[in-house]
T-cell receptor
Framework: DQQVKQNSPSLSVQEGRISILNCDYTNSMFDYFLWYKKYPAEGPTFLISISSIKDKNEDGRFTVFLNKSAKHLSLHIVPSQPGDSAVYFCAASQQGAQKLVFGQGTRLTINP | KAGVTQTPRYLIKTRGQQVTLSCSPISGHRSVSWYQQTPGQGLQFLFEYFSETQRNKGNFPGRFSGRQFSNSRSEMNVSTLELGDSALYLC?????????????FGPGTRLLVL
């Protein structure tokens, strides 16, 4: 039972364009969502988060949107840069528990 | 502040052996969580320790255990290793005291079981 799903295993975007990564969840008790970026042989690096009381959070080139009714969140990267090429994981937690439930990840490739 | 550190970075063991992995959290963080990453199952939560007590547990067999020391450093032990235990083991730390808190990950320990 996968509670957090990233249905696109890979995404290829041209440098300078917008990258949109999507994530769906099934557990309505999740109240905090995070995006992590991961390079091979390294641990995930925190990018941006959003609590369920908001529908948008922005930090520089990264914006996360949350649609609670659809149980869907997305990460927008504008403009995309070659250094953004990595695997992106969305994760969710509930009620302050220090337990993250991760999606399977989306490999983003930025083409010059 | 120094980040989360994990030792060793790489390990090779054989089936039936046991292994202990170590994690030092960010200074001041009291919560340490462990995750397993495999190609088939992705990133899965193992357990979380806060103030030397296991506070949350994932769905892993009892061969996987952990502990936390008074300085918040944590160790994870896997006994009677199986081939399927080959994975990247990640630990993450946070203060553990606020809802919706970000966890910060270490570089991981890659375990290969032969």
């Amino acid at each position: 039972d996968q509670q957090v799903k990233q249905n696109s295993p890979s995404l290829s975007v041209q440098e300078g364009r917008i990258s949109i990564l999507n994530c769906d969840y099934t557990n309505s008790m999740f109240d905090y969502f995070l995006w992590y970026k991961k390079y091979p042989a390294e641990g995930p690096t925190f990018l941006i988060s959003i609590s369920s009381i908001k529908d948008k959070n922005e930090d520089g080139r990264f914006t996360v949107f949350l649609n609670k009714s659809a149980k869907h969140l997305s990460l927008h990267i504008v403009p995309s840069q070659p250094g953004d090429s990595a695997v992106y994981f969305c994760a969710a937690s509930q009620q302050g528990a220090q337990k993250l439930v991760f999606g399977q990840g989306t490999r983003l490739t930025i083409n010059p | 502040k120094a980040g989360v550190t994990q030792t060793p970075r790489y390990l090779i063991k054989t089936r039936g052996q046991q292994v202990t992995l170590s994690c030092s959290p960010i200074s001041g963080h009291r919560s340490v969580s462990w995750y397993q990453q495999t190609p088939g199952q992705g990133l899965q939560f193992l357990f979380e320790y806060f103030s030397e007590t296991q506070r949350n547990k994932g769905n892993f067999p009892g061969r996987f255990s952990g502990r936390q020391f008074s300085n918040s450093r944590s160790e994870m032990n896997v006994s009677t290793l199986e081939l399927g235990d080959s994975a990247l083991y990640l630990c993450a730390s946070s203060s553990g005291q606020r809802a919706g808190e970000t966890q910060y990950f270490g570089p991981g320990t890659r375990l290969l079981v032969l």
